[in-house]
């Protein structure tokens, strides 16, 4: 049974979907005024793991991520570039289709765009306006926060003691919380102000307030209630508490079953914020940094904790990536190479460790997306089976078993999707610093510029060397590795690199 922490009861509780097998979730997506940055792409990283994991356990899954392209930020963006808000949006919503994809997110199920929409939004709010839990004053309709009684429940707040929005004047100077029955209530419609993009409304010109959009969209393309709604912890409140009170008074229906929400990401232990002047978009990134070791560094963290990210937690995370896609090179590496002889390890107990290695994965993801004790089972199964393959040529008896262990650390790890049998990428690149194709020009006369074919460049020059029974070349290699952290193991199948 799959547990998770559900925000609203606060608690882990079983996860029972509506119909056998199937889940339904819907995450909100981005406002798209500008690229995301790397607390945004944790967020949907976090959920693209879940959901991942959710079908990889045999549940249909069904994902509806929304485009929010009409919002004040939009229109702010697009007044301060002198082009439309339509085109601001579909810029960066194409940026973010292309970043999510270049990190290997899952594309939705569906991708609604909020102004696609409105037709959705116009009814919702017409219910709400009908069944007097919404009014309208002035071509803004509001929702009426009291006439909701469960209102704070979600974010653990009481309605009492809270304040009200924010002091917004308008031209003729008034306060916009004056034309609102309770400082609480919030727009569910505005009016259209002068050059704003606006939509026809039984209320005259206007466009959506954030929140309807996102119970309009779910409620279109899931239907009510569903299973999971998820984002960033951020959107707790007040986006989930309003997205919950709209959609649950103009049901009188449960909207979700299960809250989830994601932790925030800090820049060296410090609140990314543009006035600290350490916000850093997804794109930088991914101009120094492979894309599966920032899902692996992700991975090291729950996904509820603060995560901190820094170039030192890069770094360590593309050596312990670096060691997962080592560990299958050599099991494939052994298995190719296996001969016909004894056996030279206990197979049987390799494939019962092999399933329990399994079982721990799958436990630890059951109990709210363990995915830091998950990735250390896989070490531990892999730790074992170099343990119990080290120096040894493998026998084709004990294919079956090494087999086994080679396939399930690929097919876990493909389940955070990552391709750790994949042949380029995070390993290699990442793991060899640049000084090695120096080190190469210098003692192997290497003339490229690529880190990895240095390094073979290097052990061929030591093997050469050793062969040749010059001591003094083979020992330079070997030190001049030594100096940039590595060391040669030497195997009954050639010299292999790994960290010191
Ligand atoms: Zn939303």
């Given at each position: ?51 991942r ?50 990190v ?13 929409e ?11 306006i ?6 309208e ?18 974010s ?14 308008r ?23 002068p ?18 959009e996102?119970?309009a ?36 229906c ?7 929400h ?8 410090e ?29 090291q ?19 312990a990536?670096c ?19 004894p ?11 092999t ?84 080190l ?22 030591r ?38």
């Amino acid at each position: 049974m799959i547990r998770l922490y559900d925000t609203k009861t606060r608690t882990k509780t079983d996860l029972v979907t509506l119909e056998p097998g199937k889940v339904g979730m819907y995450v909100c997506g981005p406002t798209v005024y500008n690229y995301i940055h790397v607390g945004n792409a944790r967020t949907f990283i976090s959920f693209d793991n879940i959901r991942r994991y959710l079908m990889w356990r045999g549940f249909d899954v069904t994902f509806v991520q929304n485009v929010t392209d009409v919002d004040d930020k939009i229109i702010a963006k697009s007044l301060e570039e002198g082009r439309t808000a339509a085109e601001v949006a579909a810029e960066y919503t194409e940026a973010f289709i292309e970043d999510m994809r270049k990190v290997n997110v899952l594309d939705p199920d569906v991708r609604p765009k909020a102004t696609e929409e409105i037709p959705a939004m116009l009814k919702l709010i017409q219910e709400l306006i009908d069944s007097d839990h919404a009014y309208e004053v002035e071509g803004d309709v509001y929702f009426s926060v009291r006439s909701y009684p469960a209102y704070g429940e979600l974010s653990g707040r009481n309605i009492d003691e809270m304040e009200g929005g924010h002091r917004e004047l308008r031209a003729d100077g008034k306060g916009i919380e004056d034309r609102k029955r309770d400082p609480l209530d919030f727009a569910l419609w505005k009016a259209a102000k002068p050059g704003e993009p606006a939509w026809e409304s039984p209320w005259g010109q206007g466009r959506p307030g954030w929140h309807i959009e996102c119970s309009a969209m779910s409620r279109t393309y899931l239907g009510l209630p569903f299973d999971i709604h998820g984002g960033g912890g951020d959107l707790v409140f007040p986006h989930h508490e309003n997205e919950r009170a709209q959609s649950e008074a103009a049901c009188g229906c449960t909207f979700a079953n299960y809250w989830m929400h994601g932790g925030m990401l800090q820049i060296n232990s410090e609140k990314m914020s543009k006035s600290l002047g350490n916000f850093k978009l997804l794109r930088d990134i991914l101009k120094t940094t492979d894309p599966a070791v920032l899902r692996f560094l992700m991975l090291q963290t729950h996904y509820r904790s603060p995560l901190d990210f820094s170039e030192e937690r890069v770094a360590e995370a593309s050596v312990a990536l670096c060691r997962i896609g080592n560990a299958v090179k050599n099991l494939d590496w052994l298995l190719k190479n296996a001969e016909d002889g004894p056996s030279v390890l206990d197979a049987a107990a390799l494939s019962v460790r092999t399933e329990q290695a399994k079982e721990a994965f799958i436990q630890a993801m059951d109990d709210d997306f363990n995915t830091c004790k998950a990735l250390g089972e896989v070490f531990e199964l892999i730790a074992e089976a170099n343990g119990m393959t080290a120096e040894k040529t493998l026998s084709r008896e004990d294919a079956d078993a090494v087999q086994g262990v080679r396939d399930l650390v690929v097919e876990l790890m493909g389940v955070f999707g990552i391709d750790v049998a994949a042949e380029s990428g995070a390993c290699a690149a990442n793991t060899y610093p640049t000084e090695v194709v120096a080190l190469a020009a210098d003692l192997a006369g290497y003339d490229g510029a690529d880190a990895v074919e240095a390094m073979d460049a290097l052990l061929n020059a030591r093997s050469e060397a050793r062969a040749a029974k010059d001591w003094a070349c083979a020992d330079a290699v070997r030190d001049g590795l030594c100096g940039l952290g590595f060391v040669i193991e030497d195997t009954p199948q050639g010299p292999r690199v790994a960290l010191a």
